[in-house]
């Protein structure tokens, strides 16, 4: 029993906390930071104001993740972002593919509390920042509202990753709100006061069908008329959740200390919603319907964005520019909306979209003004026309990957976040980020640890080009269509295609290329050929006389013609892909971007992928045959298809697919790092979508490890991750190793993207 007399005043219990680095906010960005500085050996302490992690995608706002993938809706191809936010992702497939947010919010719980460097503290608010001198934050204070606890949090170095700034705010960094004019940094599509400076808040609803009538009183707050709503026509009873994104408000308001009155607001908005499809008359299916759940608080889109040594800009996006100082990518479209929300005349975004992905700077990522703050999500220093890229999750979270690296760097060196610019320092930012899975276009591993690089590689098979076969769909080209193929520097090998014409009619066929070899973009035209096309079944020879001065893909391209079917193949390839000159209107995807006056964006045709059980490759014969599957791509240091597969592929018809790594001598080997194809180009999207696949068929869902003596000593047999590291507690003295793949279907055949071995 406890019994204290009475007193004057009380003071809340206290608990200090050290560490190296401290991470406020715990959405994806603090996720991915904290889990990546922890793996890199450094003490982190996680502070989260909410009893759950991950923000804007968490249980309780529901936001898909998405990111340079853009719903599979643009040419980014192989474009999902890599390290610890493509593990998060990989394992949601895995364990959740119907996307119950729930079970993403265990996923993320879990990841961070495996970490034995990472104390995590759960509902707690950091409310003081205490500063050593005017550039140095010596500390925090935080409340943990559940504990009635008081928290001291002291490191050398922090990470604002709150999505407001609470700390580099308090701290005195220089910040924006608002945009930018577009004589500032020469942004053409810098938005005008009419359009509005900022992107709102949205809050979600979910329904459920209860299979018996129910009916639905709406609260006194409701919105009365669901006519003050423009776009009320767009809503129906299937949608739901972030499918109605354009739930938005208070671009108008102060987003950050309006956040309540704005959340007020969407509230009206969403009831009254509810009530106009419950009982306006105009939704029949909707009398068995119920709300399951609405959102207590309101996803945020913008709000602080803090400077920087260097300032994101629309160019950067557009123009894909590069930085020596790359450690990430974007590739989401420019997404600006309108500041008066779902109350606005004007379509509920404004996306233009660039040809590719683009880098991004490691100078955006900390402040210019205070000494050892780091900046993640949202917040990093861009412009608000930048901003409206840079701004999705897995952006953010793949940005703040590269801080919670530079935060080890800086630990290891007692350095400070700006000393990583120098160039031999930036250098190791760079491959120390490839080696934990980070992609950082045009950068490639350069590991001189990594032993498989004096190793002889050998391969019981491997795969060559030469026949995707016509055992697939037979489906009509009512939208033009396109086969990408790799190739290296030269000519165009001969192809043959399988059509089926319902009368006699002409078909064009069309080679194209990116104008820039790493990009996925079919805006060069090298040829053009129309056949004549007879009724019924045939076979078409296509010969092209031109010729590749780099190695990149090439799209043979089979213009719309609904009187013509195409024969399409069931085999699946890393690396291989067909691609559709289709809509996807969720991202502002009409087949072809066509701004209509100088705004600074490029126009160009749309060629997007078929999401599976669709999206087979084209039926082809190929001669010669394209060999680009070797077993040397496995140490050319990139881990993803690129310009050109960058994996060893093994054939089709191989039992046993095998990789062999030789060495002259025996080497005592303490790790092994897997690279494995889990198809870069699925968003895996964290809610709504339901997946038909809980793992890339191109991955191998099994592997042995062997030694010289043919004795096993790993085998795993549930693998879907891209990255599998085999930890030995006693090293191993071997001078063979064979890695032995078990595909996960038969109409993909094993690949691995890279082998990395250590020793002692």
């Given at each position: 029993?406890?019994?204290?007399?009475?007193?004057?005043?009380?003071?809340?219990?206290?608990?200090?906390?050290t560490?190296?680095?401290?991470?406020?906010?715990?959405?994806?960005?603090?996720v991915?930071?904290?889990?990546?500085?922890?793996?890199?050996?450094?003490?982190?302490?996680?502070?989260?104001?909410?009893?759950?992690?991950?923000?804007?995608?968490?249980?309780?706002?529901?936001?898909?993740?998405?990111?340079?993938?853009?719903?599979?809706?643009?040419?980014?191809?192989?474009?999902?972002?890599?390290?610890?936010?493509?593990?998060?992702?990989?394992?949601?497939?895995?364990?959740?593919?119907?996307?119950?947010?729930?079970?993403?919010?265990?996923?993320?719980?879990?990841?961070?509390?495996?970490?034995?460097?990472?104390?995590?503290?759960?509902?707690?608010?950091?409310?003081?920042?205490?500063?050593?001198?005017?550039?140095t934050?010596?500390?925090?204070?935080?409340?943990?509202?559940?504990?009635?606890?008081?928290?001291?949090?002291?490191?050398?170095?922090?990470?604002?990753?709150?999505?407001?700034?609470?700390?580099?705010?308090?701290?005195?960094?220089?910040?924006?709100?608002?945009?930018?004019?577009?004589?500032?940094?020469?942004?053409?599509?810098?938005?005008?006061?009419?359009?509005?400076?900022?992107?709102?808040?949205?809050?979600?609803?979910?329904?459920?069908?209860?299979?018996?009538?129910?009916?639905?009183?709406?609260?006194?707050?409701?919105?009365?008329?669901?006519?003050?709503?423009?776009?009320?026509?767009?809503?129906?009873?299937?949608?739901?959740?972030?499918?109605?994104?354009?739930?938005?408000?208070?671009?108008?308001?102060?987003?950050?200390?309006?956040?309540?009155?704005?959340?007020?607001?969407?509230?009206?908005?969403?009831?009254?919603?509810?009530?106009?499809?419950?009982?306006?008359?105009?939704?029949?299916?909707?009398?068995?319907?119920?709300?399951?759940?609405?959102?207590?608080?309101p996803?945020?889109?913008?709000?602080?964005?803090f400077?920087?040594?260097?300032m994101?800009?629309?160019?950067?996006?557009?123009e894909?520019?590069?930085?020596p100082?790359?450690?990430?990518?974007?590739?989401?479209?420019?997404?600006?909306?309108?500041?008066?929300?779902?109350?606005?005349?004007?379509?509920?975004?404004?996306?233009?979209?660039?040809?590719?992905?683009?880098?991004?700077?490691?100078?955006?990522?900390?402040s210019?003004?205070?000494?050892?703050?780091?900046?993640?999500?949202?917040?990093?220093?861009?412009?608000h026309?930048?901003?409206?890229?840079?701004?999705?999750?897995?952006?953010?979270?793949?940005?703040?990957?590269?801080?919670?690296?530079?935060?080890?760097?800086?630990?290891?060196?007692?350095?400070?976040?700006?000393?990583l610019t120098?160039?031999?320092?930036?250098?190791?930012?760079?491959?120390?980020?490839?080696?934990?899975?980070?992609?950082?276009?045009?950068?490639?591993?350069?590991?001189?640890?990594?032993?498989?690089?004096?190793?002889?590689?050998?391969?019981?098979?491997?795969?060559?080009?030469?026949?995707?076969?016509?055992?697939?769909?037979?489906?009509?080209?009512?939208?033009?269509?396109?086969?990408?193929?790799?190739?290296?520097?030269?000519?165009?090998?001969?192809?043959?295609?399988?059509?089926?014409a319902?009368?006699?009619?002409?078909?064009?066929?069309?080679?194209?290329?990116?104008?820039?070899?790493?990009?996925?973009?079919?805006?060069?035209?090298?040829?053009?050929?129309?056949?004549?096309?007879?009724?019924?079944?045939?076979?078409?020879?296509l010969?092209?006389?031109?010729?590749?001065?780099?190695?990149?893909?090439?799209?043979?391209?089979?213009?719309?013609?609904?009187?013509?079917?195409?024969?399409?193949?069931?085999?699946?390839?890393?690396?291989?892909?067909?691609?559709?000159?289709?809509?996807?209107?969720?991202?502002?995807?009409?087949?072809?971007?066509?701004?209509?006056?100088?705004?600074?964006?490029?126009?160009?045709?749309?060629?997007?992928?078929?999401?599976?059980?669709?999206?087979?490759?084209?039926?082809?014969?190929i001669?010669?045959?394209?060999?680009?599957?070797?077993?040397?791509?496995?140490?050319?240091?990139?881990?993803?298809?690129?310009?050109?597969?960058?994996?060893?592929?093994?054939?089709?018809?191989?039992?046993?697919?095998?990789?062999?790594?030789?060495?002259?001598?025996?080497?005592?080997?303490?790790?092994?790092?897997?690279?494995?194809?889990?198809?870069?180009?699925?968003?895996?999207?964290?809610?709504?979508?339901?997946?038909?696949?809980?793992?890339?068929?191109?991955?191998?869902?099994?592997?042995?490890?062997?030694?010289?003596?043919?004795?096993?000593?790993?085998?795993q047999?549930?693998?879907?991750q891209?990255?599998?590291?085999?930890?030995?507690?006693n090293?191993?003295?071997?001078?063979?190793l064979?890695?032995?793949?078990?595909?996960?279907?038969?109409?993909?055949?094993?690949?691995?993207?890279?082998?990395?071995?250590?020793?002692?």
């Open positions: 029993m406890i019994h204290e007399q009475a007193t004057d005043k009380r003071t809340l219990k206290t608990i200090r906390h560490a190296d680095l401290i991470v406020v906010g715990g959405g994806l960005s603090g991915c930071c904290a889990i990546t500085a922890a793996r890199a050996g450094i003490r982190v302490v996680l502070v989260q104001d909410r009893p759950v992690l991950g923000g804007n995608s968490s249980s309780e706002v529901r936001l898909w993740v998405l990111g340079a993938t853009s719903h599979m809706g643009n040419n980014n191809r192989w474009a999902r972002e890599g390290g610890v936010i493509d593990e998060l992702l990989l394992e949601n497939l895995y364990r959740n593919p119907e996307g119950n947010p729930l079970i993403f919010d265990t996923i993320l719980l879990e990841k961070v509390v495996l970490e034995p460097n990472i104390t995590l503290l759960l509902n707690t608010a950091v409310y003081e920042v205490e500063k050593a001198t005017t550039d934050i010596s500390g925090l204070k935080a409340f943990c509202s559940q504990n009635s606890t008081l928290y001291d949090l002291v490191a050398p170095l922090f990470c604002d990753a709150s999505g407001d700034g609470i700390v580099a705010f308090q701290a005195g960094a220089a910040f924006r709100m608002g945009a930018e004019s577009r004589d500032e940094f020469g942004e053409k599509f810098a938005p005008s006061a009419e359009y509005g400076e900022l992107l709102g808040h949205s809050l979600y609803f979910y329904t459920k069908d209860t299979g018996r009538p129910v009916r639905f009183v709406p609260p006194a707050y409701a919105l009365d008329d669901i006519t003050k709503i423009p776009r009320y026509k767009r809503f129906n009873a299937q949608e739901y959740g972030c499918q109605l994104w354009w739930i938005e408000y208070g671009g108008r308001l102060d987003t950050v200390h309006d956040t309540e009155t704005i959340k007020w607001e969407l509230w009206k908005v969403v009831y009254g919603v509810w009530n106009y499809i419950k009982n306006s008359g105009q939704f029949p299916e909707a009398e068995t319907m119920t709300l399951e759940w609405v959102g207590q608080i996803g945020k889109r913008e709000s602080r964005r400077e920087g040594d260097y994101l800009r629309q160019q950067d996006v557009v894909q520019r590069t930085h100082d790359a450690v990430a990518f974007g590739g989401w479209s420019i997404d600006l909306h309108p500041a008066d929300g779902i109350f606005s005349e004007k379509p509920g975004c404004n996306q233009w979209h660039s040809k590719g992905i683009y880098q991004i700077p490691y100078r955006c990522l900390y210019h003004n205070i000494a050892n703050l780091f900046l993640a999500g949202r917040i990093i220093s861009a412009s026309v930048a901003f409206g890229s840079s701004r999705v999750m897995a952006t953010g979270a793949h940005v703040a990957q590269a801080v919670g690296m530079a935060a080890a760097l800086c630990t290891r060196n007692q350095s400070l976040p700006r000393h120098a160039p031999a320092q930036m250098q190791q930012l760079q491959q120390e980020l490839l080696k934990a899975g980070q992609h950082i276009p045009g950068l490639q591993l350069q590991d001189e640890k990594n032993l498989v690089g004096q190793a002889t590689l050998t391969a019981s098979s491997e795969f060559v080009l030469s026949d995707l076969p016509p055992d697939g769909p037979l489906l009509a080209l009512m939208q033009s269509a396109a086969q990408m193929l790799p190739l290296p520097t030269g000519p165009i090998p001969a192809l043959t295609a399988f059509v089926t319902d009368r006699n009619t002409t078909l064009t066929v069309e080679l194209r290329r990116s104008s820039k070899s790493f990009n996925h973009t079919p805006d060069v035209t090298l040829e053009s050929k129309t056949l004549m096309i007879n009724k019924g079944r045939q076979e078409i020879t010969s092209f006389d031109s010729h590749l001065d780099e190695p990149q893909y090439v799209f043979v391209t089979f213009l719309k013609n609904e009187h013509i079917q195409l024969q399409y193949s069931q085999l699946r390839v890393t690396g291989i892909v067909s691609v559709f000159n289709k809509i996807n209107p969720a991202v502002s995807n009409y087949g072809k971007q066509e701004p209509t006056e100088d705004i600074g964006v490029d126009t160009f045709e749309f060629w997007c992928p078929e999401r599976r059980p669709a999206g087979q490759n084209m039926a082809l014969r001669s010669p045959g394209i060999r680009l599957f070797s077993p040397e791509n496995v140490r050319n240091g990139i881990q993803r298809p690129t310009n050109q597969p960058n994996a060893w592929v093994a054939r089709q018809n191989d039992s046993n697919p095998t990789l062999t790594v030789s060495w002259p001598e025996k080497q005592r080997l303490s790790q092994v790092v897997l690279s494995f194809d889990t198809d870069f180009d699925h968003p895996l999207e964290s809610v709504i979508m339901i997946h038909p696949e809980t793992v890339s068929p191109f991955c191998a869902c099994e592997f042995i490890l062997c030694n010289d003596r043919q004795e096993r000593i790993a085998h047999t549930d693998n879907h891209s990255r599998t590291i085999i930890r030995f507690a090293p191993i003295e071997t001078s063979i064979t890695i032995h793949l078990k595909p996960q279907t038969d109409h993909a055949p094993a690949s691995l993207m890279e082998v990395r071995c250590y020793g002692e």
